[in-house]
């Protein structure tokens, strides 16, 4: 697949090192439990169906409820920032919301995800915010449902998808795939043999030696 990226210890590295240089892994410690606010039912099934998709290739479970919060994976999609505000509870679960909303504001974003974990470092919870200005809902909804997806299951980096996104279009049918290398660190990261969170940067050899990438891809 043209685009890909060279994958090099380096590389997965840089995948998980964040703007201070530190290295800061985490993937799901509890089977996931989706729920989408602010979208149809259509748009809902294709965005449960991208989460279960990328869960299948981790080889991690989905569930119906999660004991401590019901959905775990809380998806948003909305007009403006200060649409939030406005959601019931939602400051008892993302801390300073009313700040952060000035700031995405300010920032004219047009998404954020946040994470909380527990006490082994595993993701506990995610958290998406999707703002759909013109751009974002020129997007079709399974790429952006992919796309979140795939930003959910691992904690990466800030910049690990900022210069090259972690899709692809097939040039044949125009189709938009996850990225073979990403689906492998994906496969790798969830290895049964591998910690479910890490700060040091000697477990960005381990994904690498795990890689099981088509040398013709």
Same mark, same amino acid.
């Given at each position: 697949?043209? /685009?890909?990226?060279?994958?090099? +210890?380096?590389?997965?590295?840089?995948?998980?090192?964040? $703007?201070?240089?530190?290295?800061?892994?985490?993937?799901?410690?509890?089977?996931?439990?989706?729920?989408?606010?602010?979208?149809?039912?259509?748009?809902?099934?294709?965005?449960?169906?991208?989460?279960?998709?990328? %869960?299948?290739?981790?080889?991690?479970?989905?569930?119906?409820?999660? +004991?401590?919060? /019901?959905?775990? @994976?809380?998806?948003?999609?909305? $007009?403006?920032?200060?649409? #939030?505000?406005?959601?019931?509870?939602?400051?008892?679960?993302?801390?300073? #919301?009313?700040?952060?909303?000035?700031? #995405?504001? %300010?920032?004219?974003?047009?998404?954020?995800?946040?994470?909380?974990?527990?006490?082994?470092?595993?993701?506990?919870?995610?958290?998406?915010?999707?703002?759909?200005?013109?751009?974002?809902?020129?997007? +079709?909804?399974?790429?952006?449902?992919? /796309?979140?997806?795939?930003?959910?299951?691992?904690?990466?980096?800030?910049?690990?998808?900022?210069?090259?996104?972690?899709?692809?279009? @097939? +040039?044949?049918? /125009?189709?938009?795939? #996850? $990225?073979?290398?990403?689906?492998?660190?994906?496969?790798?990261?969830?290895?049964?043999?591998?910690?479910?969170?890490?700060?040091?940067?000697?477990?960005?050899?381990?994904?690498?030696?795990?890689? $099981?990438?088509?040398?013709?891809?």
């Amino acid at each position: 697949m043209t /685009g890909a990226l060279a994958m090099t +210890p380096e590389a997965v590295e840089n995948l998980f090192t964040n $703007r201070n240089g530190n290295y800061v892994f985490a993937r799901w410690g509890r089977p996931i439990v989706p729920i989408v606010f602010g979208v149809e039912d259509q748009t809902l099934a294709t965005v449960k169906g991208a989460i279960e998709a990328v %869960a299948v290739l981790a080889g991690h479970q989905m569930a119906e409820t999660d +004991p401590e919060l /019901g959905a775990n @994976l809380m998806v948003f999609f909305f $007009r403006e920032w200060d649409e #939030l505000l406005g959601v019931p509870d939602l400051d008892r679960l993302i801390p300073d #919301l009313a700040p952060l909303v000035a700031r #995405l504001k %300010a920032g004219d974003a047009t998404q954020y995800r946040a994470f909380r974990f527990d006490d082994q470092g595993a993701i506990q919870a995610a958290f998406v915010f999707l703002r759909m200005n013109d751009e974002m809902s020129r997007i +079709p909804a399974e790429t952006l449902a992919l /796309g979140q997806a795939v930003q959910t299951i691992l904690l990466w980096s800030e910049a690990a998808f900022a210069e090259t996104s972690p899709l692809a279009v @097939l +040039p044949d049918s /125009g189709a938009t795939v #996850l $990225r073979p290398e990403i689906a492998a660190i994906i496969a790798a990261a969830y290895d049964r043999m591998m910690p479910v969170a890490a700060d040091d940067s000697s477990h960005a050899l381990r994904i690498f030696a795990r890689l $099981r990438l088509d040398p013709e891809g």
